[in-house]
């Protein structure tokens, strides 16, 4: 997806940011988080083409388009949602842990329901014992393998 950032009143387009996000009153490169400018609003138009627009003539970057007028396709509010809950996710993913956030998020959700479970003192299904023992079995192993690069 590309996040378009224009003037509300003109549709001149003063950015273009391939897979930003707009958080509030700011947008989200995957690297940056920077402030809109007061005045100018967003929305997400599917990847595609944005050759006709770039005016090549200026550095930085400049737009020659207007918003929606110059894009080929605009998103359906279902399409907007996915995108966005999938940057959503991986946002947390990156947070929680870089490499490999789902399966660190999984782990502390297993865990967290393990110490909820104790304090109250709930008897846990044999699978789930089941497989919370496969997961132990397996972190301990990597904790092995981890603390025998560190020697």
Avoid at 69 to 84: C, G, K
């Amino acid at each position: 997806m590309l996040l378009v950032i224009f003037d509300a009143t003109t549709g001149d387009i003063s950015n273009v940011v391939r897979g930003g996000i707009a958080i509030g009153n700011f947008c989200h490169d995957g690297n940056v988080l920077r402030p809109i400018a007061s005045g100018l609003s967003c929305a997400y138009v599917p990847d595609q083409n944005i050759d006709h627009i770039i005016n090549d003539e200026c550095d930085p970057i400049s737009y020659d388009g207007k918003y929606p007028d110059s894009f080929a396709y605009l998103p359906t509010q279902d399409e907007i949602s996915i995108y966005v809950d999938a940057n959503t996710g991986n946002a947390v993913s990156a947070r929680v842990h870089d490499f490999c956030g789902t399966d660190e998020q999984l782990g502390i959700l297993r865990d967290l329901l393990v110490q909820w479970g104790n304090a109250l003192g709930l008897q846990f299904t044999d699978d789930f014992t089941r497989w919370n023992e496969i997961a132990i079995t397996e972190i301990e192993k990597a904790k092995a393998v981890k603390d025998a690069q560190d020697n």
